[in-house]
């Protein structure tokens, strides 16, 4: 009895700790200036590659290396990123991730987010809802609504519902 009272008791602090760690991670906003940027995308198909290159077109070199998360079976995407970019550095682990609403990229985003908790890398993590949403969140927009460090919709009618995202306008 007095054994499983511990055992209990010391869940209870274990749970206590994570969730306390968990709201340390998700509301720290500290920015630091960089030079580079090391970024992650995550690839889906079909629409949410035009999408992604279209983002990665416009960002500066200060953002590199780039890395690429792409399903096993995706080749057209795999194809499009090898066009899109002449050389892949895969040296240094990534510092920020940046997705478009694939259900491939939550699990990507819990991942990094689980580093952040353990204490091993702060990972920027930014969510770009696709423009295909105009009035409600996608699957994946609600999930990493709370988990994202950046939450950016394309429409205003989503800024209007979703107050923490960022309204940039049309963006893709």
Excluded at 68 to 75: G, L, P, S
Excluded at 80 to 105: H, Q
Excluded at 126 to 142: D, N, Q
Aim: net charge positive.
């Amino acid at each position: 009895m007095a054994s499983a009272l511990i055992l209990a008791a010391t869940a209870g602090v274990v749970a206590v700790l994570l969730a306390l760690r968990l709201w340390v991670v998700l509301h720290s906003r500290v920015v630091v200036p960089r030079e580079s940027l090391s970024l992650m995308a995550v690839v889906g198909s079909g629409g949410h590659t035009t999408e992604i290159l279209r983002l990665l077109e416009h960002l500066s070199s200060a953002y590199s290396p780039r890395h690429y998360i792409i399903a096993d079976t995706d080749e057209m995407s795999a194809q499009k990123i090898s066009s899109f970019e002449l050389y892949r550095a895969d040296r240094d682990p990534s510092t920020m991730v940046l997705c478009n609403g694939p259900g491939t990229c939550v699990p990507i985003c819990v991942s990094a987010l689980l580093l952040g908790i353990l204490g091993i890398k702060k990972v920027i993590i930014v969510y770009v809802e696709s423009i295909c949403r105009v009035e409600h969140l996608s699957l994946s927009g609600k999930i990493l609504f709370h988990l994202s460090d950046y939450f950016i919709v394309q429409w205003p009618t989503l800024k209007e519902k979703y107050p923490k995202s960022v309204y940039l306008g049309r963006i893709v």
